[in-house]
């Protein structure tokens, strides 16, 4: 009974020419992110300056104002590619919220998270946009989401002083060290290397973790 | 009598308008220097992009004309910018050639030098100008530059796995997460901040020989 009621409700919506508003909106969101993730890709290619709203446009066949329709600017553009990169990382900090093992565990389930998104399309974007000459509203803005995933490796590092599972050091510094080494994956990291965004987690955590010198 | 004779020399050489040819030479490098260090402080300060010749003409009271004399473009000057901080991390490897000290010490060493090369007026043209959509001449050159480096790096860390001073590990990849944190720093580092570059050093060699976990 119940797929039969469906089945009628869906004939029924096939007749309209207009797609539900839930659908609408989902469609609108593949859209855009279709386009946020194909000026990524420009981006690190070619760099933003040599990128022009008009390329995007002919990447994805669609006109100029079909974008604009989306995102308002270029400018816009890269900040999205921006957020949608710092955000699988913010997502790591999502998933051990209510974990309980120790802080040094947490931060090397972050650090794992962080290296997937640096060697992800949007890396270039996170690590390399903030040269690109920005507006300073644009600056300021992308300072303020870095800012939140800095104060969470800080956070982390001191709770690990805290439970013991980190070295007593100076957490800012180190924090540093740590987003230093990730960030820079995007300025060596290629889609054909020979080491998966996780081999080279496990490698930087290895560093971090155990040091230099042997144990 | 050997006083007397130099004083007559220098009172002989001081009658002809031109200097001899060896204080030319003198003179050329310290004002083609003055070019450099004015140009680096001045990308960092306003951006590689909105600052022209004219301006660093007008920062050092010339004409463009006689920054042309020094230096044949604005590239070739961020260019010569980049070379000039990483001479400084050569030579730290020059300073350790003849040390007979355990790797991880040596590696110590470049890292002190290191960090005092990217915290000075040269950081950010070496790590920040490769984004400044370079011709690919130009990225080539500073990419030859870099990989010097690089492959110190790597063979400190190889030589360190075989005396004994470091852990085995991925020589590739732990250079890449040290260069990393340390260029890095540029990001973030500014001249007034409350650590010197020395402690900047300390905190980042505790953090990569002792690892964060305790010992």
């Given at each position: 009974?119940?797929?039969?009621?469906?089945?009628?409700?869906?004939?029924?919506?096939?007749?309209?020419?207009?797609?539900?508003?839930?659908?609408?909106?989902?469609?609108?969101?593949?859209?855009r992110?279709?386009?946020?993730?194909?000026?990524?890709?420009?981006?690190?290619?070619?760099?933003?300056?040599?990128?022009?709203?008009?390329?995007?446009?002919?990447l994805?066949?669609?006109?100029?104002?079909?974008?604009?329709?989306?995102?308002?600017?270029?400018?816009?553009?890269?900040?999205?590619?921006?957020?949608?990169?710092?955000?699988?990382?913010?997502?790591?900090?999502?998933?051990?919220?209510?974990?309980?093992?120790?802080?040094?565990?947490?931060?090397?389930?972050?650090?794992?998270?962080?290296?997937?998104?640096?060697?992800?399309?949007?890396?270039?974007?996170m690590?390399?946009?903030?040269?690109?000459?920005?507006?300073?509203?644009?600056?300021k803005?992308?300072?303020?989401?870095?800012?939140?995933?800095?104060?969470?490796?800080?956070?982390?590092?001191?709770?690990?002083?805290?439970?013991?599972?980190?070295?007593?050091?100076?957490?800012?510094?180190?924090?540093?060290?740590?987003?230093?080494?990730?960030?820079?994956?995007?300025?060596?990291?290629?889609?054909?290397?020979?080491?998966?965004?996780?081999?080279?987690?496990?490698?930087?955590?290895?560093?971090?973790?155990?040091?230099?010198?042997?144990?």
């Amino acid at each position: 009974m119940a797929s039969r009621a469906l089945g009628v409700k869906t004939a029924g919506a096939a007749v309209s020419p207009w797609k539900p508003s839930s659908e609408r909106a989902r469609q609108r969101e593949i859209k855009r992110d279709a386009v946020i993730l194909a000026a990524a890709r420009a981006f690190r290619l070619r760099g933003y300056h040599n990128t022009s709203v008009d390329d995007l446009a002919a990447l994805l066949n669609v006109t100029k104002p079909t974008i604009y329709h989306y995102l308002d600017n270029k400018e816009e553009i890269l900040f999205e590619c921006f957020r949608t990169g710092l955000d699988q990382i913010k997502s790591a900090f999502d998933d051990i919220r209510d974990s309980k093992a120790p802080a040094i565990e947490r931060l090397t389930a972050v650090m794992r998270k962080y290296a997937e998104a640096i060697t992800s399309e949007f890396g270039w974007c996170m690590v390399r946009a903030e040269d690109q000459d920005l507006s300073p509203v644009m600056s300021k803005r992308i300072n303020t989401l870095k800012s939140e995933i800095d104060q969470g490796i800080r956070r982390l590092i001191k709770d690990g002083i805290a439970d013991g599972s980190i070295r007593r050091c100076d957490p800012k510094i180190t924090a540093f060290a740590l987003a230093g080494a990730m960030n820079w994956i995007a300025h060596w990291h290629r889609a054909d290397a020979e080491l998966t965004p996780d081999q080279i987690a496990d490698r930087f955590i290895e560093t971090f973790v155990n040091g230099l010198q042997p144990r």
